[in-house]
């Protein structure tokens, strides 16, 4: 769906705004994001907005929608600038923060399959602080965590599916704009819910759907997990058309289940220990389930929120260079920032080139490569 330019008199709460086109008055307002309630709607009146582009597709329900006291919404006179979002974080400074909270939930991960494997029960109070870590990350910059995703050592096929999915369901939830405490809830399923996979690991390399009975049993022992949580892991093989496990049909099927449920099956599908099929593949064989087996609109918000080519994603441009994926570009998802680092055919290294390639005609994407068929580490390239 395109973005629609609309008057601020005809905006809705719940409306995302992607940029504010004409405007008058001392504020200036830079960031996009979501306008839930009218107040804030009336603040941008007030400071002069007139015209605004809005993205249809990211336009919260009415149930996503909060009222905030009219104090929440005054904008310090101090401040030239009003933001609808908090700041995004530079990439460089976010790295450090994003690989301790991702180091953490490997380690935490490790706990929790070890107490499953030895039949004890999980400590939630690491799970939960990993779930608020992951979730603040993503809150500041969601392309860093993304990217190191991707490139992280694959040295524990299951630990690292469910860090993986932890991660894509944090950038996701957050994306959509979910309240913290279901984000957090939501990461804390997607840590959870092959554990089963850990007391038998015969069920490694069979369907999840084989798995999901001993994984609920093994949760049962922590009574803080009834609820949602088991519900979400219970479902997260379950289809739209009743084809998966269970043979439950929508609206049966709980939204966060559904949503674990495109995570789990991008992330099997671009893990090198499966099937390492490109990012674009893998989004164009999900697309193929839609809309009888996956739900349309939440798997192009999953494909939008990572992008076409998400952080971590090593590419080819029409010159031959190579260069890793580092941020996406909302409005032009061809287009993401990437940094150059080795010529295909000339096979040497090149001096290594920060570059947005939506600020220049030069350079465009071809595809997706396998760095491995050149010899080549990606995580030399950081």
């Known amino acids: 769906m395109t973005y629609q330019k609309i008057s601020v008199t005809e905006l809705q709460p719940g409306s995302y705004v992607v940029e504010v086109l004409e405007q008058h008055g001392d504020v200036i307002v830079k960031h996009a994001g979501w ?40 904008v310090s006179a101090d401040s030239p600038e009003t933001e609808l979002n908090p700041v995004r974080h530079l990439f460089a400074d976010e790295w450090p923060r994003a690989e301790k909270a991702l180091l953490q939930s490997q380690q935490v991960q490790q706990l929790v399959l070890d107490a499953t494997r030895n039949q004890q029960p999980i400590d939630l109070t690491l799970v939960h602080e990993v779930s608020a870590g992951l979730s603040d990350s993503v809150s500041r910059n969601k392309d860093v965590l993304l990217c190191l ?26 994306f959509i704009n979910l309240p913290a405490d279901r984000t957090k809830t939501l990461i804390t399923a997607a840590l959870l819910h ?3 996979k850990a007391l038998k690991p015969e069920q490694m390399n069979q369907p999840d759907a084989a798995a999901i009975g001993t994984s ?42 559904q949503m674990l449920a495109i995570v789990n099956q991008y992330e099997k599908l671009t893990n090198p220990a499966n099937s390492n099929q490109s990012p674009l593949a893998a989004s164009r064989f999900l697309l193929g389930m839609t809309p009888l087996q996956l739900d349309t ?13 998400p ?18 570009n909302q409005k032009k998802p061809t287009q993401p920032k990437v940094k150059l680092f080795y ?9 290594p080139k920060i570059m947005d390639l939506s600020r220049q005609q030069e350079e465009h994407i071809e595809g997706c490569v396998d760095l491995k068929k050149y010899g080549l ?4 390239y950081l």
């Not at 709607?41 to 006291?69: M, W, Y």
């Not at 010529?343 to 001096?351: C, D, K, R």
Request: proline share 5%; net charge positive.
């Open 216 to 257: 609920l049993a093994a949760l049962q022992r922590n009574k803080e997990l009834a609820g949602q949580v088991s519900l979400w892991i219970s479902q997260h093989c379950a289809l739209l058309d009743g084809s998966g496990s269970p043979p439950i049909k929508a609206p049966q099927i709980a939204k966060g289940s």
């Open 377 to 380: 580490d990606v995580r030399n």
């Open 297 to 309: 609109e939440l798997l192009q918000l999953f494909i939008k929120c990572i992008g076409i080519y």
């Open 311 to 328: 952080p971590g994603t090593v590419v080819k441009l029409t010159t031959g260079k190579l260069a890793l994926v580092l941020e996406n």
């Open 194 to 196: 092959d554990v089963g």
């Open 343 to 351: 010529h295909s055919a000339h096979q040497h290294h090149i001096t």
């Open 149 to 174: 995703t991707r490139i992280a050592e694959q040295s524990d096929s299951l630990l690292q599916h469910s860090v993986n999915c932890a991660v894509y369901i944090a950038a996701y939830a957050k």
């Open 35 to 74: 306008v839930r309630n009218p107040q804030a709607i009336a603040l941008l009146k007030a400071k002069g907005v007139l015209t605004v582009l809005t993205d249809p597709a990211r336009f919260l329900a009415s149930e996503h929608t909060t009222a905030v006291p009219a104090s929440a919404a005054k």
